[in-house]
Every structure is written in C-alpha cells, then in structure tokens.
T-cell receptor, first 114, second 112 residues
Framework: GEDVEQSLFLSVREGDSSVINCTYTDSSSTYLYWYKQEPGAGLQLLTYIFSNMDMKQDQRLTVLLNKKDKHLSLRIADTQTGDSAIYFC??????????????FGSGTRLQVQP | SQTIHQWPATLVQPVGSPLSLECTVEGTSNPNLYWYRQAAGRGLQLLFYSVGIGQISSEVPQNLSASRPQDRQFILSSKKLLLSDSGFYLCAWSVRGRQPQHFGDGTRLSIL
C-alpha cells in the first residue's frame, strides 16, 4: 500500500537553512506536495512538484525530488521564526480523486530558535 | 479567486449532543470536497469525500455523517457525539478530477 514517512521534529537556528525530508513508497506517484500548518490553523499549500522534475525553486523554498530513491525534500533558506510550523509531505497520482485523493505523511514539526 | 470557509472555528459540546459543521467554497463550480480529522499531534485522516451534490463516500466507519445539499456546501454531522470525536476537523476542496487540495482554517471540536 501507499505510505509517506517523515521525521517528527527538526530544530534550527534563525538564519540557517532547514531541510525537511520525506520518503514515499508508491513509485507511480505523479505529484508531490508540501503543506504548512501553523498552530491552530488549516493547511497551506506551499509548493508541489511534478514527478518528472528533479527540482523546483520558489523564493526561499527549494524542493528536490529523487524519484529513484522515492525521496522528497524541502529546503527553506534563511529560516525565520515565522517558519515555525508543521510541514506535511503528500503525494497523489494523475487523475486520482476521492479515496485516492492525497496520501499525507504525519508531519514534521519545525522549531526555529531565535 | 477561490476561497473556502469553515465554521465555527471552535466548538465545545457535551457527550451525546448533536453536531453540525459547515464548509462552503466560493469562486469555483463542481469541486471535489473533503472532510479530514486531525488528532492531536497526528497526521490527517480522510473521513468523507464528495464528487457531486448528494454523492458522499465514507472512508472509515464512524459516528459521523456528511451531506452535500448544494454544489459548494459540505456539512459534517453527528446525532450523538462521543468523547472520541474530539479533534481538529478540516474541510478541503479541489478542482474536479484534479489536485492539489486547498484547505479551510479548520474547526477545533472538544467533547466534554
């Protein structure tokens, strides 16, 4: 079955880079996503990458995809205290909706120390 | 642009009382709609999804039900709440047949 795994916790100092890692098992995954959840709030879509891409950069965010190893990472440059949140990795396949909508990891809590 | 609204933001209910959480989407038509529950410190569990008015699919056996009386309205209900129904409930929408999903701000439900 499909599975998405993430480490539970990451602590970094303000100004450093953060790297949040995710592994998935479904080799037919088409899209991979990163969502951010601040305390008490819903999930905010940060970015997503199509499976035929290796990298996607958007301002301070860089997504790297190693499809061979089924490994996805999110790098946040110059991490700020406002980046403290839970980050969820998720995957889906083209055309999948409903039950096969999205498979989420359990989330990585990023703590940014001032 | 599309927006999604959930209410209430916070709810405290006694065991055995009924529940109604509402979610509406604006700026799009024929969306797929989803209800998730997030237990404290955990990931998301898909509860229900809907691909159209009156079409509801349930993912897990539970004390809850969902309805979609209008194209952009999704309601989560219970006749009698249990302590185990406590959690953070999130509604999401996506373009029909596509990803990604976009989430509302959630409802925190506490059962006493």
């Amino acid at each position: 079955g499909e599975d998405v795994e993430q480490s539970l916790f990451l602590s970094v100092r303000e100004g450093d880079s953060s790297v949040i890692n995710c592994t998935y098992t479904d080799s037919s995954s088409t899209y991979l996503y990163w969502y951010k959840q601040e305390p008490g709030a819903g999930l905010q879509l940060l970015t997503y990458i199509f499976s035929n891409m290796d990298m996607k950069q958007d301002q301070r965010l860089t997504v790297l995809l190693n499809k061979k190893d089924k490994h996805l990472s999110l790098r946040i440059a110059d991490t700020q205290t406002g980046d403290s949140a839970i980050y969820f990795c998720a995957e889906s396949k083209e055309g999948d909706t409903g039950r096969r909508a999205l498979t989420f990891g359990s989330g990585t809590r990023l703590q940014v120390q001032p | 642009s599309q927006t999604i609204h959930q209410w209430p933001a916070t709810l405290v209910q006694p065991v055995g009382s009924p529940l109604s959480l509402e979610c509406t989407v604006e700026g799009t038509s024929n969306p797929n709609l989803y209800w998730y529950r997030q237990a404290a410190g955990r990931g998301l569990q898909l509860l229900f999804y809907s691909v159209g008015i009156g079409q509801i699919s349930s993912e897990v056996p539970q004390n809850l039900s969902a309805s979609r009386p209008q194209d952009r309205q999704f309601i989560l209900s219970s006749k009698k709440l249990l302590l185990s129904d406590s959690g953070f409930y999130l509604c999401a929408w996506s373009v029909r047949g596509r990803q990604p999903q976009h989430f509302g701000d959630g409802t925190r439900l506490s059962i006493l």
